[in-house]
């Protein structure tokens, strides 16, 4: 069964360095989104890719957060320095989404990112 | 602004006591309203998918309804392996440039044996 791959899954670093997770969608899928999840709060979107371009970024923190698909297919999201706040999980989902009302969003296993 | 509430926050039932979770939203419109079950430490993982108020969906003992203001999780006769963090989520049909879903907090269901 395909499914979204992530890497790490888990990341402690110190603050102020930088830090990057890698994401590969399901095989064709146009769409992939990175979002964000403190514990005990639901996932909160951070940018959202249709193939290489960004649709919405309007909640990714920009002086610091980056993120990139060049090729329309995997992605890298990278933060640059790491503050303590950012300590989450950091889940991509993708889907097949091209304008129609289908939305059905898979998630990968998330990296579990830890500040010091 | 687009909203999504889940309740109760948490719910303990012994096993073959069956109960429902509940999804309130309020969006600009409803493009899809979706259930996710998250294990801990683990990625969302998709259940159901509703476009419509009356609209059902089962899989094994999870039946989801929708209406115009409000899901419902019912679980019927749940096990041990049901127990999970259950949320629910809102594709909107606004005026955003994307097609993020807006997630609750999650219902974190516990079954005991």
């Known amino acids: 069964e395909a499914e979204v791959a992530q890497s790490p899954r888990y990341k402690i670093t110190e603050k102020s360095q930088a830090v990057a997770f890698w994401c590969d969608p399901i095989?064709?899928?146009?769409?992939l989104y990175w979002y964000r999840q403190i514990l005990g709060q639901g996932p909160e979107l951070l940018v959202q890719?249709?193939?290489?371009?960004?649709?919405?970024d309007s909640q990714l923190p920009k002086d610091r957060f980056s993120a990139e698909r060049l090729k329309g297919v995997d992605s890298t999201l990278k933060i640059q320095p790491a503050e303590l706040g950012d300590s989450a999980m950091y889940l991509c989902?993708?889907?097949?989404?091209?304008?129609?009302?289908?939305?059905?969003?898979?998630f990968g296993p998330g990296t579990r990112l830890t500040v010091l | 602004e687009d909203q999504v509430t889940q309740s109760p926050e948490a719910l303990r039932l012994q096993e073959g006591e069956s109960s429902s979770l509940n999804c309130s939203y309020t969006?600009?419109?409803?493009?899809?309203l979706f259930w996710y079950r998250q294990d801990p430490g683990k990625g969302p993982e998709f259940l159901f998918t509703?476009?419509?108020a009356g609209e059902e969906k089962e899989k094994e003992r999870l039946k989801a309804t929708l209406t115009k203001k409000e899901s419902f999780l019912h679980i019927t006769a749940p096990k041990p392996e049901d127990s999970a963090t259950y949320l629910c989520?809102?594709?909107?049909?606004?005026?955003?440039?994307?097609?993020?879903?807006?997630f609750g907090k999650g219902t974190t269901l516990s079954v005991s044996s």
């Open positions: 989902a993708s889907s097949l989404f091209r304008g129609t009302t289908y939305n059905e969003q898979f």
């Open positions: 095989s064709g899928h146009a769409t």
């Open positions: 890719f249709q193939d290489e371009s960004v649709v919405d």
């Open positions: 969006v600009s419109g409803l493009r899809g």
């Open positions: 509703l476009y419509s």
């Open positions: 989520a809102v594709h909107p049909r606004g005026n955003q440039a994307g097609t993020a879903l807006i």
